[in-house]
């Protein structure tokens, strides 16, 4: 069972809003990870964090921003949500050292804007 | 630069028969080999990995996923569906020396009654 958390699971909201998607991971691991995934799409990275105070962004150009105050903490937050967002976002974890790639994800966060 | 292609976006099978997903990679280097299951609104869960070693690799669920570098390829095989196993699967490479993890594009699995 994985140990890694997202919430909301599902949002819908308007157009212009802000809004924040948590996720928390117990396993103490370093490196973080969000992707956006649509369907019949592969999973497209947007961020990652290799840990605290550490965040890139991804291979596809979001306009989502993220934060990493703390070990088990990697919320990502869009100023002012549009139709174009729609989505779901995936959050995920792994390792920080004798890392093979192995990715822990978490349930994800489908957002829905109007 | 790594790059995965799963040739099959959709494979219906009738249960308790056989199913082959395929997945063909790119990658100039030596790469590392996954498979995760997405069952519906859940989010990915690995079901295998190749790393080095026997190019034969079994995972959870009766699955179980051959690495061919000659045809780099790596292709998901169990020899009895069940209903259960009815989901999206997606492959998923990674070169050494590379932190990120490339994902394909999907096959969603449907097991007939």
């Known amino acids: 069972e994985a140990d890694i958390y997202q919430t909301p699971r599902y949002l819908v909201i308007g157009t212009g809003k802000k809004i924040t998607l948590e996720c928390s991971q117990t396993?103490?691991?370093?490196?973080m990870y969000w992707y956006q995934q649509d369907p019949g799409m592969e999973l497209h990275l947007i961020h990652y964090s290799y840990g605290v105070n550490s965040t890139e962004k991804g291979d596809l150009s979001s306009e989502s921003t993220v934060s990493r105050i703390r070990t088990e903490h990697f919320p990502l937050t869009l100023e002012s949500a549009r139709p174009s967002h729609t989505s779901q976002y995936l959050c995920a974890s792994s390792e920080g050292q004798a890392n093979t790639g192995e990715l822990f994800f978490g349930e994800g966060s489908r957002l829905t804007v109007l | 630069a790594q790059s995965v292609t799963q040739l099959d976006s959709q494979v219906p099978v009738f249960e308790e028969a056989p199913v082959e997903l395929r997945c063909n990679y790119s990658?100039?280097?030596?790469?590392?080999l996954f498979w995760y299951v997405q069952y519906p609104n859940q989010g990915l869960q690995l079901l295998l990995k190749y790393l080095s070693g026997s190019t034969l690799v079994k995972g959870i669920n009766g699955f179980e996923a051959e690495f061919n570098k000659s045809q780099t390829s790596f292709h998901l095989r169990k020899p009895s569906v069940h209903i259960s196993d009815t989901a999206e699967y997606f492959c998923?490479?990674?070169?050494?020396?590379?932190?990120?993890?490339?994902f394909g594009t999907g096959t969603r699995l449907t097991i007939i009654p």
């Open positions: 990658s100039s280097v030596s790469v590392y």
């Open positions: 998923a490479v990674r070169n050494f020396g590379n932190e990120k993890l490339t």
């Open positions: 396993m103490g691991h370093d490196k």
